[in-house]
Nanobody, 122 residues
Framework: QVQLVESGGGLVQGGGSLRLSCAASGRIFSIDTMGWYRQAPGRQRELVATITSDGTTNYANSLKGRFTISRDNANNTVYLQSNSLKPDDTAVYYC????????????????WGQGTQVTVSS
């Protein structure tokens, strides 16, 4: 069974930094794009950043310069370094991955983690 597990969330003071991690495990043949999304209370889930298997990145325009996505292909892990955090960054952060499990090689499937809470105090 494929799982994505996030870690690294928590409470941080405004202006501080956090590094989120998300590890994919299970019988995985390959992983294409991995990404981070977030959902604040009362708001829709929104894109933070994505990264392809060859390292091409894409960011939400409003977050460029403060957030950096990276990945470790050997360990099926994606990271999100977030700096100069603001109270508006408070949200549940979710990772996802478009991957091919060994059980279904014909196409990619999108898997989601359970989310990790990030709270930024003012």
């Amino acid at each position: 069974q494929v799982q994505l597990v996030e870690s690294g969330g928590g409470l941080v003071q405004g202006g501080g930094s956090l590094r989120l991690s998300c590890a994919a495990s299970g019988r995985i043949f390959s992983i294409d794009t991995m990404g981070w999304y977030r959902q604040a209370p009362g708001r829709q889930r929104e894109l933070v950043a994505t990264i392809t298997s060859d390292g091409t990145t894409n960011y939400a325009n409003s977050l460029k310069g403060r957030f950096t996505i990276s990945r470790d292909n050997a360990n099926n892990t994606v990271y999100l370094q977030s700096n100069s955090l603001k109270p508006d960054d408070t949200a549940v952060y979710y990772c996802n991955a478009d991957l091919r499990p060994f059980s279904f090689l014909a196409r990619t499937y999108t898997y989601w983690g359970q989310g990790t809470q990030v709270t930024v105090s003012s």
